[in-house]
């Protein structure tokens, strides 16, 4: 089991940047694949991106290619979300999950779930 917990969410003007984490407890991080999802007021929750357990494979979202990057330090237990010029409509809560398969989608192999950091873009 691992736990999650997110942090580097705000308020940032529209063009600005992020560097969002996810740092996670227990020894068994590294042989974890980790996502990023965003959901936005009234609308379901967003696959964003998603980085194997070595770290050795990324997918994004088409929405968020070229502005997002994901990485992860297994030596630090920790994930990353880099979001450069942001847009308003990048305004959501920002979560991480573990999953103990690598998926480009919201799906149920993400079983562990930190609790968001907010992200508002202003225009």
């Known amino acids: 089991q691992v736990q999650l917990v997110e942090s580097g969410g705000g308020l940032v003007q529209a063009g600005g940047s992020l560097r969002l984490s996810c740092a996670a407890s227990g020894r068994t991080f590294r042989s974890y694949a980790m996502g990023w999802f965003r959901q936005a007021p009234g609308k379901e929750r967003d696959f964003v991106a998603a980085?194997?357990?070595?770290?050795?494979?990324?997918c994004l979202a088409d929405s968020v290619k070229g502005r997002f990057t994901i990485s992860r330090d297994n030596a630090k237990n920790t994930v990353y979300l880099q979001i450069n010029t942001l847009k308003p409509e990048d305004t959501a809560v920002y979560y991480c999950?573990?999953?103990?398969?690598?998926?480009?989608?919201?799906?149920?192999?993400?079983?562990?779930w930190g609790q968001g950091t907010q992200v508002t873009v202003s225009s």
């Open positions: 980085i194997t357990a070595s770290g050795s494979r990324t």
């Open positions: 999950a573990a999953s103990s398969l690598y998926s480009c989608d919201y799906d149920r192999s993400y079983k562990y």
